[in-house]
């Protein structure tokens, strides 16, 4: 008998690039069904896909890609919370 080695799984080009893309839409806040929308994920660009995550990060910042209106102020001159 021979020692039985498991074989290892194959992954092709396109599965790994699936699974990366997909990874990496989930994290920059894509649902499911969006991601769905989107085709075949091993099709995409690495440009195509830089740009849907660009997208997703200035969606998340608001309008203009700005965290809405702020006003900056110095530490000193900010008034304490009333209680």
Do not use: C, W
Request: glycine fraction near 8%.
């Amino acid at each position: 008998m021979s020692e039985g080695k498991q074989k290892q799984p194959v992954f092709d080009d396109d599965q790994i690039l699936r699974t990366l893309n997909h990874r990496f839409l989930l994290i920059s806040g894509y649902l499911e069904p969006q991601i769905a929308n989107l085709g075949d994920l091993a099709k995409l660009t690495s440009a195509q896909i830089y740009d849907l995550l660009h997208k997703k990060t200035m969606e998340s910042l608001g309008p203009q890609g700005t965290l809405g209106k702020r006003k900056v102020t110095r530490l000193s001159k900010r008034r304490p919370k009333r209680r």
